[in-house]
């Protein structure tokens, strides 16, 4: 995980994009795209609103949710503290 990056992004306002990066890196090693083909629908509409729906903002969370919970179980319990600290 580049934790840099992800905190970088989160920084700068750009939530969804820090997703996609975690998405990918959970993306090699399960195999499944499934993460990242949703944070990036999700930041498609973002940049053709220009702004994140409430409701757009609250499945990204749950997608969120979600997606730590695979990073838990694939990386284990300090790559989820470590990212929760950056996210």
Do not use: W
Request: glycine residues 2%; hydrophobic residues 40%; aromatic residues 6%.
């Amino acid at each position: 995980m580049n934790y840099k990056l992800i905190k970088e992004l989160t920084n700068n306002n750009n939530h969804t994009e820090a997703r996609i990066e975690i998405a990918e890196e959970l993306a090699k090693k399960t195999l499944s795209q499934s993460y990242v083909k949703i944070f990036r629908a999700i930041q498609q509409i973002q940049d053709i609103k220009r702004h994140i729906p409430l409701n757009l903002m609250r499945y990204r969370e749950e997608e969120t949710k979600d997606m730590l919970e695979a990073v838990k179980l694939v990386f284990g319990d300090k790559v989820l503290e470590d990212l929760n600290k950056c996210i």
